[in-house]
C-alpha cells in the first residue's frame, strides 16, 4: 500500500502561482497530477516517471511544470500564470508498474481569482 499526501493549495489572483506538494510513502515508478473542477470529471494535468520523463495537459502546457524528487519520494507541480479555469481539487496520483495498483491522495484546493 502507497499513502500520498498533498500539500500547497489556496487561493491566489489570476496570473499568479502556486507550487503543489505530493509525498509517497515509497518511490512510485509514475506519478502525477489531477484535478476535478465543480460539475466536471476528474481530468488528467501532468504525469512524471522516476527518470524524469514528463507529460502534460495542453491546457497547461507552458504554464505548469511537473518534477519530483526521488530521494524525498515527492513530486511537485509548479503552476504559474494561473487562471480561473484552473480553478479545481487537485489530486495527487501514483501508479505503480511492479503492483498494477494505482494510488491517490486526498486532495489540495486551489482557487484561482479573477
Known amino acids: 500500500q502507497v499513502q500520498l499526501v498533498e500539500s500547497g493549495g489556496g487561493l491566489v489572483q489570476a496570473g499568479g502561482s502556486l507550487r503543489l506538494s505530493c509525498a509517497a510513502s515509497?518511490?512510485?515508478?509514475?506519478m502525477g497530477w489531477y484535478r476535478q473542477a465543480p460539475g466536471k470529471q476528474r481530468q488528467l494535468v501532468a504525469t512524471?516517471?522516476?527518470?524524469?520523463?514528463?507529460n502534460y495537459a495542453d491546457s497547461v502546457k507552458g504554464r505548469f511544470t511537473i518534477s519530483r524528487d526521488n530521494a524525498k519520494n515527492t513530486v511537485y507541480l509548479q503552476m504559474n500564470s494561473l487562471k480561473p479555469e484552473d480553478t479545481a481539487l487537485y489530486y495527487c496520483y501514483a501508479y505503480s508498474t511492479l503492483s498494477r495498483q494505482a494510488y491517490w491522495g486526498q486532495g489540495t484546493q486551489v482557487t484561482v481569482s479573477s
Open positions: 512524471i516517471t522516476s527518470d524524469s520523463t514528463s
Open positions: 515509497r518511490r512510485i515508478f509514475s
